[in-house]
């Protein structure tokens, strides 16, 4: 076995002269280490932390080949061209495959001449593979997402829970469980699901400080994105999230007619027209992907400048894992939300209409309940979001739309006397709507029928129109003074909560809505290092350099980013490298990258000097 000292050389050569960075970060030589010493890993490290070091370094240190499993095809193929990319040997085995392909690939696998192989859960567990594993030898095995084996978690798989057999069958070959979002009860059922109770456990912050999070109530959401991406993402890449599949499709149509380059993926989807649609997202610059949470999980693109949210995620795992596809290369991103009322009364009918049983149902409401307290947050979501984690910020974060331009709040407590007092009074049976017509005093054939134009609180708040209104009760739903009942009509009605808030023995201070212009959700600038990460003089270099980019991934048949990220290309300008030596010196630069493209970006930098 290797020594320590053995082990943190081999690791740090690996780590500079393949992968071109000068020094592990965080927690990575610690979880490279410990593999390469042979023993078991959990790691809970954020999107862009630089998880897919942790076990590729060891896969080469460690004899034989690693296991690397991957829940999605696509992302076995950009993690197999990024590592050929950098000269090394990996392969993956999937149904995309051809029988001659994966025949061919097996032959290598038994060959010894693959350093890591990709293979979906379902892949791995066939008797026929793991027949062949037998007769491999193992450096190691990672599961990558690892939360995808709990049940309690946002994306549960019931193939990940057969992964419990590596254990037994492959006993002393080390495993490392992977993933960026798990609260104590999803990480704690990783490691019995996973038989990794022993293994060293390591948890580092959950904070993104590069990803700015606005959420908004606008009134017209649509117009308040466009307005988002025009004023700050013009020609970039990004993400645009809803709840339907209807909505989806026509979100993307609706971007494509306002000039937007965008395309749309759903599970409803044809499989052809998906992968061909989220191949254009990784290879193209400046697309935009409108899709359900079905599209995302393990996207390595590092340039994804937004995540949006057309509607509210059902937690805040989902939101944190979604929102962190921003940003992977550490510059400046946005994370953007609008939502609405409905969209707590949507995902609830969802839950009720599940098959899950009630003990599934209530953790998903309660999930859903911590999220909204989340978007109607007044004070920093930074530290809310850490916190929901098991992580700390000791201070306010200043990039967050709460800290930039603190909510005003107003004292509501008579405001929401009367909408709970009319609710009641309607007998709990009516909508949202319905009960603001009441307050509003607008008569109309059903109120009458009704005879609630009689009662005491009709036509008692004209002081809030009903915008105004639907916001109230909105808050006082997320606050659970009021629940709905999504099995039915979506009537809304009193819980125990609104009981002293009735009496008066409660005072209510809420967010407020901004009257005037409705259209808005606040998204901030950029911060400073957005703003001063490519000087004016220096962006005619930057876009040739992107171009050649650009180039050479075309003729590789790779994304752009495989070639160089964003964040390597930025380093370039900084430094201006004059020849080979120096341009080793970029971040991201290693050595096979050096001999086959650095001639090329020199050349760019020269013409630009």
């Known amino acids: 076995?290797?020594?320590?000292?053995?082990?943190?050389?081999?690791?740090?050569?690996?780590?500079?002269?393949?992968?071109?960075?000068?020094?592990?970060?965080?927690?990575?030589?610690?979880?490279?280490?410990?593999?390469?010493?042979?023993?078991?890993?959990?790691?809970?490290?954020?999107?862009?932390?630089?998880?897919?070091?942790?076990?590729?370094?060891?896969?080469?240190?460690?004899?034989?080949?690693?296991?690397?499993?991957?829940?999605?095809?696509?992302?076995?193929?950009?993690?197999?061209?990024?590592?050929?990319?950098?000269?090394?040997?990996?392969?993956?085995?999937?149904?995309?495959?051809?029988?001659?392909?994966?025949?061919?690939?097996?032959?290598?696998?038994?060959?010894?001449?693959?350093?890591?192989?990709?293979?979906?859960?379902?892949?791995?567990?066939?008797?026929?593979?793991?027949?062949?594993?037998?007769?491999?030898?193992?450096?190691?095995?990672?599961?990558?997402?690892?939360?995808c084996v709990s049940q309690w978690g946002h994306d549960f798989r019931r193939e990940y829970?057969?992964?419990?057999?590596?254990?037994?069958?492959?006993?002393?070959?080390?495993?490392?469980?992977?993933?960026?979002?798990?609260?104590?009860?999803?990480?704690?059922?990783?490691?019995?699901?996973?038989?990794?109770?022993?293994?060293?456990?390591?948890?580092?912050?959950?904070?993104?400080?590069?990803?700015?999070?606005?959420?908004?109530?606008?009134?017209?959401?649509?117009?308040?994105?466009?307005?988002?991406?025009?004023?700050?993402?013009?020609?970039?890449?990004?993400?645009?999230?809803?709840?339907?599949?209807?909505?989806?499709?026509?979100?993307?149509?609706?971007?494509?007619?306002?000039?937007?380059?965008?395309?749309?993926?759903?599970?409803?989807?044809?499989?052809?027209?998906?992968?061909?649609?989220?191949?254009?997202?990784?290879?193209?610059?400046?697309?935009?992907?409108?899709?359900?949470?079905?599209?995302?999980?393990?996207?390595?693109?590092?340039?994804?400048?937004?995540?949006?949210?057309?509607?509210?995620?059902?937690?805040?795992?989902?939101?944190?894992?979604?929102?962190?596809?921003?940003?992977?290369?550490?510059?400046?991103?946005?994370?953007?939300?609008?939502?609405?009322?409905?969209?707590?009364?949507?995902?609830?009918?969802?839950?009720?209409?599940?098959?899950?049983?009630e003990s599934h149902k209530r953790m998903e409401n309660h999930k859903l309940e911590t999220m909204l307290g989340l978007a109607e947050l007044t004070s920093c979501r930074r530290q809310a979001l850490l916190r929901y984690f098991g992580d700390h910020l000791d201070s306010p974060c200043g990039n967050c739309d709460n800290c930039l331009h603190p909510p005003q709040t107003w004292e509501a407590t008579d405001a929401a006397r009367k909408a709970l007092s009319c609710v009641y009074r309607t007998g709990q049976r009516f909508g949202v709507t319905y009960v603001v017509d009441v307050l509003l005093g607008k008569s109309s054939e059903r109120i009458e029928r009704f005879g609630h134009d009689q009662l005491s609180t009709f036509g008692i708040g004209l002081e809030l129109n009903a915008s105004e209104w639907r916001n109230l009760f909105r808050q006082l739903i997320a606050r659970g003074f009021l629940s709905v009942d999504v099995a039915g009509h979506g009537s809304v009605m009193l819980t125990e909560a609104a009981r002293p808030v009735l009496k008066g023995e409660q005072t209510l201070h809420l967010r407020e809505l901004p009257r005037g212009d409705r259209t808005r959700t606040r998204a901030p600038g950029r911060t400073k290092k957005a703003a001063l990460a490519i000087a004016d003089d220096d962006q005619p270099l930057w876009h040739a350099l992107r171009g050649l980019r650009k180039q050479l991934s075309e003729l590789a048949g790779v994304p752009a980013y495989v070639v160089f990220n964003d964040s390597t290309l930025a380093d370039m300008i900084a430094i201006k490298p004059r020849d080979r030596s120096e341009m080793s010196s970029v971040t991201g630069v290693g050595q096979h990258k050096l001999e086959q493209y650095g001639d090329d970006f020199l050349d760019v930098i020269r013409e630009h000097a």
């Open 161 to 357: 829970m057969g992964l419990s057999v590596l254990a037994e069958r492959f006993a002393g070959v080390p495993r490392i469980a992977l993933t960026a979002t798990a609260d104590e009860r999803t990480r704690q059922e990783i490691a019995d699901n996973l038989h990794l109770r022993e293994a060293v456990s390591f948890v580092s912050s959950f904070d993104r400080p590069n990803i700015r999070y606005a959420i908004g109530e606008p009134a017209h959401p649509r117009d308040a994105l466009l307005q988002f991406l025009d004023t700050h993402h013009k020609g970039e890449a990004g993400i645009v999230y809803c709840l339907s599949r209807k909505k989806v499709e026509q979100t993307a149509d609706w971007l494509n007619s306002r000039g937007r380059d965008a395309v749309a993926y759903h599970a409803g989807m044809p499989a052809e027209v998906r992968e061909l649609n989220q191949s254009r997202f990784l290879r193209e610059d400046g697309l935009i992907v409108v899709a359900t949470i079905a599209f995302g999980m393990g996207i390595d693109k590092p340039d994804v400048r937004f995540v949006a949210h057309l509607n509210l995620p059902r937690s805040i795992e989902a939101y944190y894992q979604e929102t962190g596809r921003a940003g992977r290369d550490g510059l400046p991103s946005n994370a953007w939300m609008a939502y609405g009322l409905q969209d707590v009364i949507n995902l609830r009918s969802m839950m009720a209409q599940s098959d899950a049983d």
């Open 1 to 147: 076995m290797l020594t320590a000292q053995m082990t943190s050389t081999d690791a740090l050569t690996i780590l500079q002269t393949i992968y071109g960075y000068e020094n592990f970060r965080d927690q990575q030589q610690q979880i490279v280490d410990t593999l390469i010493r042979g023993e078991d890993a959990l790691v809970l490290m954020p999107t862009g932390g630089g998880k897919s070091l942790c076990y590729q370094i060891p896969s080469l240190v460690r004899p034989g080949v690693g296991i690397i499993v991957s829940p999605l095809i696509a992302l076995m193929q950009d993690q197999v061209d990024a590592l050929k990319a950098l000269n090394l040997q990996a392969a993956f085995i999937n149904s995309s495959m051809s029988a001659r392909s994966i025949a061919e690939t097996e032959q290598a696998l038994l060959a010894g001449n693959i350093d890591m192989l990709y293979v979906a859960p379902e892949r791995l567990l066939m008797p026929v593979m793991l027949n062949l594993l037998d007769r491999c030898r193992i450096a190691l095995f990672a599961i990558d997402e690892a939360h």
